[in-house]
């Protein structure tokens, strides 16, 4: 099952390749592939045992086992969520670029179809050479996706994409190998029970911080994250934000923390420091953006410096908070690119002082609009306001200092929020223009229909998806505190 979910979208873009030649066609095959890979994945879902704690839907066969390199699959309560994430937002994008796209459409949609196969294939790979080379693969089409079809800056913006992630990925293989070296195999499950030295950790950690950080992305590896979002085309912008933001902190999660529980502890301060100056920083410089994208872009920093605090508390709070916050962000971030791509669609701008009273001829849209916002700043019954307390209560319980100065970035996001739907819905219509817009198409209030049944089901109802998580999230903090004590003996008999 894991491998049809994770190779059926690229099957799927490798027969548009072979065998089709009309762009309609191509698009229509290509919704079709992907909808069948989400439904494939909700077996995912009803399959899954939520008491268990193992990983589960496992596939394993030899590939180089001289070298302890096998193909191994699997998913557990940490990785599910994200891998229906993934394939939730694939035909929302695919739908959202049905006009948008007129040029080379059959290969944007072959694009489209390989990023996801790799994307799910990085959360679902239990050997850590097979998930490098998906983890590395993914750079390909989301590279094209930027540099092809993106803005006039489109090959700035891809190529500065590409280098930052590069640049972490190197350091993050020479990791890899030394575990692989020192433990003989490359099994992901029995890496994590490997008993490592404080001075091995310290090194490993920080290589694969070079890594995980630019993908985050964390402050100051974060200057690539505006300019591809500016450039990218709306769908590459809500894939961007919606899912691979989130590898990042699901490399953490995955494989710092129960690989490396002595060095996740010893630089806990010092993640928690360059989270806080995220979610402040980057949350004040979204308040003096003039750009729709780049304002939606940074506080997406800002967000993600909320789930690094979470992951990082090293209880249940503050993990289950930090990987629920990564999900509705997907969801919200992915709804508000959407958002500015229709009103992108009608009038080729996104400079918030060319809106201003857009709720007269697109009163659909504005409530739509004001859903999603009222999600991103944390409204009670929304989905963000459930991640957010999860991790404010976690990092309280953790240390209380860090708590109070992450919550400051609540006040903030509200400011630059509400500020942005002040100027863009409200107010008398001074463009012309502006005041003959056509409302949403029934094509458009199919994007956003799934997602605002999730920012209400989440927030209102979160206890199916915090169940799925619990049993993993129990066995990660049992890891880390077991691994840290034996770290801890280890030190002491040596001493």
Same mark, same amino acid.
């Given at each position: 099952?894991?491998?049809?979910? !994770?190779?059926?979208?690229?099957?799927?873009?490798?027969?548009?390749?072979?065998?089709?030649?009309?762009? *309609?066609?191509?698009?229509?095959? $290509? %919704?079709?592939?992907?909808? &069948?890979?989400? %439904?494939?994945?909700?077996? %995912?879902?009803?399959?899954?045992? !939520?008491?268990?704690?193992?990983?589960?839907?496992?596939?394993?066969?030899?590939?180089?086992?001289?070298?302890?390199?096998?193909?191994?699959?699997?998913?557990?309560?940490?990785?599910?969520?994200?891998?229906?994430?993934?394939?939730?937002?694939?035909?929302?994008?695919?739908?959202?670029?049905?006009?948008?796209?007129?040029?080379?459409?059959?290969?944007?949609?072959?694009?489209?179809?390989?990023?996801?196969?790799? #994307?799910?294939?990085?959360?679902?790979? %239990?050997?850590?050479?097979?998930?490098? =080379?998906?983890?590395?693969?993914?750079?390909?089409?989301?590279?094209?996706?930027?540099?092809?079809?993106?803005?006039?800056?489109?090959?700035?913006?891809?190529?500065?994409?590409?280098?930052?992630?590069?640049?972490?990925?190197?350091?993050?293989?020479? *990791?890899?190998?030394?575990?692989?070296?020192? $433990?003989?195999?490359?099994?992901?499950? $029995?890496?994590?029970?490997?008993?490592?030295? =404080?001075?091995?950790?310290?090194?490993?950690?920080?290589?694969?911080?070079?890594?995980?950080?630019?993908?985050?992305?964390?402050?100051?590896?974060?200057?690539?994250?505006?300019?591809?979002?500016?450039?990218?085309?709306? $769908?590459?912008?809500?894939?961007?934000?919606?899912?691979?933001?989130?590898?990042?902190?699901?490399?953490?999660?995955?494989?710092?923390?129960?690989?490396?529980?002595?060095?996740?502890?010893?630089?806990?301060?010092?993640?928690?420091?360059?989270?806080? #100056?995220?979610?402040?920083? @980057?949350?004040?410089? *979204?308040?003096?953006? @003039?750009?729709?994208?780049?304002?939606?872009?940074?506080?997406?920093?800002?967000?993600?410096?909320?789930?690094?605090?979470?992951?990082?508390?090293?209880?249940?709070?503050?993990?289950?908070?930090?990987?629920?916050?990564?999900?509705?962000?997907? #969801?919200?971030?992915?709804?508000?690119?959407?958002?500015?791509?229709?009103?992108?669609?009608?009038?080729? !701008?996104?400079? =918030?002082?060319?809106?201003?009273?857009?709720?007269?001829?697109?009163?659909?849209?504005?409530?739509?609009?004001?859903?999603?916002?009222?999600?991103?700043?944390?409204?009670?019954?929304?989905?963000?306001?459930?991640?957010?307390?999860?991790?404010?209560?976690?990092?309280? &319980?953790?240390?209380? *200092?860090?708590?109070a100065v992450a919550a400051t970035g609540l006040v903030l996001g509200a400011a630059y929020m509400l500020w942005m739907f002040k100027k863009v819905v409200f107010g008398e219509v001074v463009h012309a223009d502006v005041r003959g817009l056509?409302?949403?198409?029934?094509?458009?209030?199919?994007?956003?229909?799934?997602?605002?049944?999730? #920012?209400?089901?989440?927030?209102?109802?979160?206890?199916?998806?915090?169940?799925?998580?619990?049993?993993?999230?129990?066995?990660?903090?049992?890891?880390? !505190?077991?691994?840290k004590a034996a770290g801890a003996a280890a030190a002491m008999a040596m001493h």
């Amino acid at each position: 099952m894991l491998s049809l979910v !994770t190779f059926l979208p690229l099957a799927g873009g490798l027969f548009i390749f072979l065998a089709i030649r009309n762009p *309609a066609t191509a698009k229509r095959f $290509a %919704l079709g592939i992907s909808l &069948l890979t989400f %439904l494939l994945s909700l077996r %995912l879902y009803t399959g899954f045992d !939520t008491a268990s704690a193992e990983f589960q839907f496992l596939e394993e066969s030899a590939w180089l086992p001289a070298f302890g390199i096998a193909y191994r699959m699997g998913v557990d309560g940490i990785s599910l969520p994200f891998v229906l994430l993934t394939t939730l937002l694939t035909p929302i994008c695919l739908l959202g670029s049905w006009e948008s796209i007129k040029e080379r459409v059959r290969e944007y949609m072959m694009a489209f179809l390989a990023l996801e196969s790799f #994307v799910v294939g990085v959360f679902c790979a %239990l050997d850590f050479v097979v998930f490098y =080379i998906l983890w590395e693969a993914m750079l390909i089409p989301m590279f094209l996706i930027i540099g092809v079809w993106g803005g006039p800056r489109r090959v700035y913006a891809a190529l500065k994409f590409f280098l930052y992630t590069l640049a972490g990925s190197v350091l993050m293989l020479i *990791a890899i190998l030394a575990l692989g070296v020192k $433990a003989g195999t490359f099994d992901i499950r $029995a890496l994590m029970d490997l008993p490592l030295s =404080i001075n091995f950790q310290v090194w490993v950690f920080l290589a694969f911080f070079a890594s995980f950080a630019v993908k985050v992305p964390m402050w100051p590896v974060h200057t690539w994250l505006p300019d591809a979002h500016v450039e990218a085309p709306t $769908a590459g912008s809500v894939i961007l934000a919606g899912i691979l933001l989130k590898m990042g902190a699901y490399g953490f999660i995955r494989f710092s923390l129960p690989m490396l529980p002595d060095a996740s502890h010893f630089f806990t301060p010092f993640i928690f420091g360059l989270s806080l #100056v995220a979610v402040v920083y @980057t949350a004040l410089v *979204a308040l003096m953006q @003039t750009d729709l994208k780049k304002l939606v872009a940074y506080s997406s920093v800002s967000h993600m410096g909320f789930v690094t605090i979470g992951l990082f508390t090293f209880n249940q709070q503050g993990i289950e908070g930090g990987l629920l916050q990564m999900v509705n962000h997907g #969801v919200v971030s992915g709804a508000l690119f959407l958002l500015v791509g229709v009103v992108y669609d009608r009038l080729h !701008t996104r400079e =918030i002082a060319r809106f201003g009273g857009l709720v007269h001829p697109m009163p659909v849209y504005a409530v739509i609009f004001m859903i999603f916002t009222m999600a991103s700043v944390g409204l009670p019954g929304t989905n963000g306001f459930v991640g957010e307390f999860l991790i404010l209560l976690g990092a309280f &319980l953790h240390n209380k *200092a860090v708590a109070a100065v992450a919550a400051t970035g609540l006040v903030l996001g509200a400011a630059y929020m509400l500020w942005m739907f002040k100027k863009v819905v409200f107010g008398e219509v001074v463009h012309a223009d502006v005041r003959g817009l056509q409302d949403l198409t029934t094509r458009e209030l199919l994007l956003f229909a799934p997602l605002l049944v999730l #920012v209400f089901w989440m927030g209102l109802y979160p206890g199916p998806f915090l169940e799925v998580m619990h049993a993993s999230v129990d066995n990660l903090i049992t890891q880390t !505190t077991v691994q840290k004590a034996a770290g801890a003996a280890a030190a002491m008999a040596m001493h």
